[in-house]
DNA sequence: GTAAATTTTGGCAACGTTACCAAAAAGAGT
DNA sequence: ACTCTTTTTGGTAACGTTGCCAAAATTTAC
């Protein structure tokens, strides 16, 4: 190959090729009927010249731009980070770029970049733990432009998809298994009461208390925001009920280890003193001292069947919204013990 | 505002405002001198019809696509996840958007998504830890398309700029602060080896041997691979040197923690057996257990450097090429111990 | 060998924007 | 009022691609 010099348009192949540019449209996009002969002939140009297609143009023309807009509070999380994992592998797998963006929480962005992607720029749109799906979601079902929700409370409309795990089943089953270890004084520490996903979390809980005929109280019960400090102070207020708890929820393992720090700091151990069970089972969670037991999320399956569900619309656009509940799984370690053998 | 149909383009607003595109175009692009009376006619009519710009075309034309492309090994890996939130912050300032690419090390992912990136979907590179810059670097100097290098050796061009951290001198720290505290047999879990960061480190270590006259033992260096389960490896073998090391310095947080996990899984404690240092200092570095004496890499800065450099290049393309080390710093934790106190 | 059917190719317009140049409007100077 | 500047605006041609339609080349049928 000779210089891959930058402006080798399809034009410059086309003369090298001794044909028209409209065939040579064709070989790119490799499905017309062109003789066999001609396509080796335009092949062979197109090497010569280290061509390569200018996107921009094509998706201008109308056709697909090949990317996807992904939408995520946060980077450097790894509870964002395995699901974009996932979403990246899968989009990867079919030829389509990711362009990022992110809102760190703040509403304005959320719906600024919304109308940016869906100007041209990307062909479809995955919101993640969005924020202020209000604010966008009619204009984006208005042009039915493709989008899939994660981690949000189902929209009601039939061209929105929505991918989540089953928060309710994983907080009833994180519960009744530290009722069952005999814990009847269980602190829960909320996410963000905004999401839906909070509580779902919180209804599972208070369904396995109700089921095992332990009263509720609301003196177990505070709201985070789903960071470790809140965990740790979260904490520091529960301990402080009486009798404090024997055991701590946390609905996320991020927040799981701010408790576990705080309660270190107050000169108890886990799960000795007290068992702490996380949510989501991020990769760090089984490098944590002790590991934690957590329940967990099938993050990078989440984003991947995120980015199946939005190809599939792509694919065909009179296809409907679907609602996917991914299930969680309670993966048992080291953070919980039996209050009996106190 | 009315509904914002996807389809607005300059030319409705241009009718709806009774002007030319090209005084849109003026308005949208606020530079120009246009009559205050029109330009006020054109924003409502913008307004009206809910326009906004579409990237593909502008870009097309000849113009900037505001889009800056990334390439990372991963994504979900703390440090990198730190380096991509200093970029992304310092792209978003600056109302430019993140292409993102992940290679999982593979070498033909890197060429490729370069080629594609170049051609016209954005207006800079931004290459992290790449492992196969020989491929594609030839093509990025001929075309002059701005670029810059996180965390790779020096590039002997003009037009190439890097971004490091000061890899020698705080692999010599860290290795300085073990020997002062009493430590003599100091095992070292290399990084990559293709990586000139690793060895950068591995000469530092060296260096602050022979400063302090300790005899470098192969025996105590393992050659890993930066990930979590390689830590734990190196260490198993290192523990069986004779005499066994009293100190571990892992080259980075990562598999300082796959480090702390096998130290623990032979029975021994840390930091009273055995004292470990990792590089890095990654956030969740200080929740680790004991909480990780590192070196501190100012991850997030090297991203908005990067991120700032790269655009001191797009804003004048005859800027040459250059070279910046961000200073490490020694984070002391609890991981350490005097040797002596033994 | 010619007409008809088929395959393969080329020409041209369009996607939405911006840059350039020329035209029009407004202001300044005599 | 009439030039001469200066400001402000409009027209038009690209950017690189693809889709449509028609033209040319090829094959098939009679």
């Not at 720029?121 to 432009?145: H, I, K, R």
């Not at 928060?167 to 009744?176: E, F, L, P, R, V």
């Not at 402080?240 to 280890?257: G, H, K």
Request: proline share 5%.
């Amino acid at each position: 190959m000779v210089k891959p010099d930058s402006n080798v348009t399809i034009i410059d192949v086309a003369r090298e090729a001794g044909v028209s540019n409209s065939t040579v449209s064709r070989v790119v996009n490799n499905s017309e009927l062109v003789k066999p002969e001609t396509r080796e002939k335009v092949l062979n140009a197109m090497m010569r010249l280290g061509y390569v297609v200018n996107q921009q143009a094509r998706s201008l023309r109308g056709g697909r731009s090949q990317v996807v807009g992904v939408l995520v509070p946060d980077v450097g999380n790894s509870y964002i980070g395995e699901i974009i994992r996932g979403i990246d592998a899968e989009l990867a797998a079919n030829q389509y770029d990711l362009l990022l963006y992110t809102t760190h929480r703040r509403k304005t962005k959320e719906s600024t970049h919304v109308a940016t992607i869906t100007r041209g720029l990307a062909d479809g749109l995955l919101l993640l733990l969005p924020t202020n799906v209000q604010a966008y979601m009619e204009s984006l079902q208005a042009q039915q432009f493709p989008h899939v929700l994660i981690d949000y409370q189902a929209v009601d409309n039939k061209w929105t998809s929505t991918i989540q795990s089953t928060n309710w089943q994983g907080a009833y089953d994180a519960t009744q298994y530290l009722i069952e270890l005999g814990h009847r004084r269980i602190g829960y520490v909320v996410g963000l009461r905004e999401m839906q996903c909070s509580l779902d979390r919180l209804a599972g809980y208070r369904a396995a208390l109700a089921d095992y005929a332990i009263p509720f109280d609301p003196a177990l019960v505070y709201y985070g925001d789903f960071y470790l400090p809140e965990g740790y102070d979260a904490t520091t207020t529960l301990l402080q009920a009486s009798p404090p708890p024997t055991a701590i929820f946390a609905a996320n393992d991020l927040s799981a280890l701010g408790v576990m720090e705080a309660i270190r700091s107050h000169g108890l151990s886990i799960p000795n003193d007290i068992s702490v069970i996380g949510f989501d089972d991020i990769p760090d969670a089984a490098q944590f001292h002790p590991s934690l037991t957590t329940v967990r999320q099938p993050l990078e399956d989440m984003g991947r069947l995120a980015v199946r569900t939005l190809l599939k619309r792509l694919a065909n656009p009179d296809l409907h919204g679907e609602r996917v509940e991914l299930p969680t799984e309670l993966i048992v370690r080291n953070s919980c013990k039996s209050v009996n053998h106190k």
